[in-house]
Nanobody, 118 residues
Framework: VQLQACGGGLVQAGGSLRLSCAAS????????MGWFRQAPGREREFVAAIRWSGGSTYYADSMKGRFTISRDNRKNTVYLQMNSLGPEDTAIYYC????????????WGRGTKVTVSS
């Protein structure tokens, strides 16, 4: 299983970025796909998740209204659209996959760095 995240970069406060996570190695119809982030000196935190089959979405409270998670079945890719970014959103963002019924995320990709300047 490979999860390849990309789309990070440097953006000014108030700007937007869209992260992508290309998934390969198996069918993900029985998975949740999630985004997490880890800021310098802080623990990793949950950002958002989507159930691949059906498309149900879940967000951390602080991301609701600003971030949108979506998926493209044909491309086997999950996206995280991030709007109204602030310096507090600076972090390395990771995508991960969790099998339905599992109590943890089973596969992780390498992160993509997002830096928001004030």
């Amino acid at each position: 299983v490979q999860l390849q995240a990309c789309g990070g970069g440097l953006v000014q406060a108030g700007g937007s970025l869209r992260l992508s996570c290309a998934a390969s190695g198996r069918a993900f119809s029985s998975y949740y796909m999630g985004w997490f982030r880890q800021a310098p000196g802080r623990e990793r935190e949950f950002v958002a998740a989507i159930r691949w089959s059906g498309g149900s979405t879940y967000y951390a409270d602080s991301m609701k209204g600003r971030f949108t998670i979506s998926r493209d079945n044909r491309k086997n890719t999950v996206y995280l659209q991030m709007n109204s970014l602030g310096p507090e959103d600076t972090a390395i963002y990771y995508c991960a996959a969790q099998r339905l019924g599992s109590n943890e995320y089973n596969f992780w990709g390498r992160g993509t760095k997002v830096t928001v300047s004030s």
